[in-house]
């Protein structure tokens, strides 16, 4: 009886051991992390956001997001390690002038946590660091058309298309769009120019995103080429 | 001294179940004080062999019992403001599927929630935030009512139960808070997400191909088998 009951003991034993070891085997990270970029004509923001989607271990905790942005002339700011799933934070950028380099910028942001069941802090690391390129380009120049205003007053209206994403700047006067300036005082100044601030942003593997923003315009006496 | 009681395997076995269920480990060290009288039990070298036996069982509990603890113990809140993880000592996670160049790989529900805690900002917002927001909101392209729509209803109180869901699980005691915390994470998630229905249908088309496209670019998932 007592050889029986032995038996069962050591069978239940080594069912349970089978059992905690393909549970050991099922035990997986998953873990996302989101670095969403954006900008307007200030700042760029990085908002981190994050989840734990492991499974077979209920030991996960003290999760800290991360979000960065660095820039240059070491220009850097971090929202630290951000308790929770959430970091974000923004970086105002220096308006580049007419004639000048592109800027770059660079956004990362990880999540790091302690995992009980290996005993360890695990990371995601920075591997989605994204370039974000700031460059101010002239991208158009335009003819005017007088109008009148709703008091029979004259004013100066120049319109076009140089602010596409995506298209390469020219100075056609046909291609413009996305910008209209108004010259309160004629005579009209024969050509207004515009410049546009295209943001890129760059991932790891190449791939690229645009948007552009009607920047600034100056009255032209004389055409001008486009840079 | 005692006999080896033959029921020593069934309550080491007893004792390996027991953190299933409590979360504690109980060991059976009976086995050790116990001798065996020589005409109950077969013995190698003077050595009971079942005491040999209980003994391994017991060895092989104890190892299965640090597993078990790991994962079933109640989040240590103590050892990470020991053990802070920091990007220098953590162990770094390889990549399951970067969304940049594989963004198929990236489930559609995955990239929702991490969209919708990405926009879910506090209630009271300064105007910074609300530039933060705008910078966000304007990629979606949405009309503005689909936008307030948006903003009003479908993200409303989003941000304060997450970041509820967040603290509890920062100061959860047992695997249950832990567990709480993270379904209120996901039911908040869940909601918001059935609540895009409410914009229009354009807007959900905006919406969906927003995150489907574009954002899923910005999403990495790590992971792997639990090392």
Same mark, same amino acid.
């Given at each position: 009886m007592r050889i029986k009951l032995s038996l069962i003991s050591i069978c239940f034993a080594l069912l349970f051991l089978l059992g905690a070891t393909a549970a050991w085997g099922q035990m997986t990270y998953i873990v996302v992390v989101t670095t969403d970029p954006s900008n307007d004509t200030t700042y760029i923001y990085n908002d981190v956001t994050t989840e734990d989607d492991s499974?077979?271990?209920?030991?996960?905790?003290?999760?800290?997001?991360?979000a960065n942005i660095s820039g240059p002339n070491g220009a850097y700011i971090d929202a630290g390690q951000i308790s929770g799933f959430d970091a974000s934070t923004e970086l105002a950028f220096a308006t580049p002038?007419?004639?000048?380099?592109?800027?770059?910028?660079?956004?990362?942001?990880?999540?790091?946590?302690?995992?009980?069941?290996?005993?360890?802090?695990?990371?995601?690391?920075?591997?989605?660091?994204?370039?974000?390129?700031?460059?101010?380009?002239?991208?158009?120049?335009?003819?005017p058309q007088?109008?009148?205003?709703?008091?029979?007053?004259?004013?100066?209206?120049?319109?076009?298309?140089?602010?596409?994403?995506?298209?390469?700047?020219?100075?056609?006067?046909?291609?413009?769009?996305?910008?209209?300036?108004?010259?309160?005082?004629?005579?009209?100044?024969?050509?207004?120019?515009?410049?546009?601030?295209?943001?890129t942003m760059t991932w790891p593997n190449g791939n690229k995103d645009s948007a552009c923003y009607a920047w600034s315009w100056a009255p032209q006496t004389t055409y001008v080429n486009c840079n | 001294m005692r006999s080896c009681p033959a029921i020593l395997p069934s309550l080491l076995a007893a004792a390996v179940f027991t953190p299933l269920k409590a979360g504690t480990v109980v060991l059976g060290f009976e086995?050790?004080?116990?001798?065996?009288?020589?005409?109950?039990?077969?013995?190698?070298?003077?050595?009971?062999?079942?005491?040999? +036996?209980?003994?391994?069982?017991?060895v092989l509990a104890v190892m299965c019992s640090f597993t078990l603890n790991a994962q079933m113990a109640p989040m240590n809140h103590a050892q990470p403001a020991m053990t802070m993880p920091t990007s220098s000592d953590a162990t770094q996670l390889p990549v399951l599927a970067d969304g940049s160049v594989h963004p198929e790989l990236i489930p559609d529900d995955v990239a929702y929630r991490q969209f919708l805690q990405g926009m879910a900002f506090p209630a009271n917002l300064s105007a910074a935030q609300v530039a933060h927001r705008n910078a966000k909101l304007k990629r979606l392209k949405l009309t503005q009512a689909d936008s307030d729509l948006?903003?009003?209803?479908?993200?409303?109180?989003?941000?304060?139960?997450?970041?509820?869901?967040?603290?509890?699980?920062?100061? +959860?005691?047992?695997?249950?808070? +832990?567990?709480?915390?993270?379904?209120?994470?996901?039911?908040?998630?869940?909601?918001?997400?059935?609540?895009?229905?409410?914009?229009?249908?354009?807007?959900?088309t905006a919406v969906d191909a927003w995150v489907k496209g574009e954002f899923k670019k910005r999403i990495i998932i790590y992971g792997g088998p639990m090392m």
């Open positions: 499974t077979g271990c209920s030991s996960h905790s003290s999760y800290h997001t991360d002038d007419n004639q000048g380099d592109p800027e770059n910028y660079f956004a990362a942001g990880s999540l790091e946590f302690y995992c009980g069941c290996a005993y360890k802090n695990v990371s995601s690391g920075y591997l989605n660091k994204i370039n974000i390129t700031i460059r101010l380009t002239l991208t158009g120049v335009t003819t007088v109008m009148y205003d709703s008091d029979g007053d004259p004013y100066c209206h120049y319109t076009g298309n140089g602010c596409t994403p995506g298209t390469t700047p020219t100075c056609k006067t046909s291609l413009f769009s996305a910008y209209s300036v108004i010259y309160l005082t004629p005579p009209c100044p024969t050509f207004a120019s515009v410049s546009c601030l295209y943001v | 086995g050790f004080a116990c001798a065996v009288p020589q005409q109950q039990c077969p013995t190698e070298r003077g050595v009971c062999m079942r005491f040999k +036996a209980v003994l391994l069982f017991t948006l903003v009003n209803v479908v993200l409303a109180g989003l941000r304060e139960t997450l970041d509820a869901a967040t603290v509890l699980l920062h100061t +959860a005691l047992t695997p249950d808070d +832990a567990a709480t915390a993270k379904a209120n994470r996901l039911n908040a998630l869940t909601a918001a997400q059935a609540n895009l229905s409410k914009l229009s249908t354009a807007g959900q």
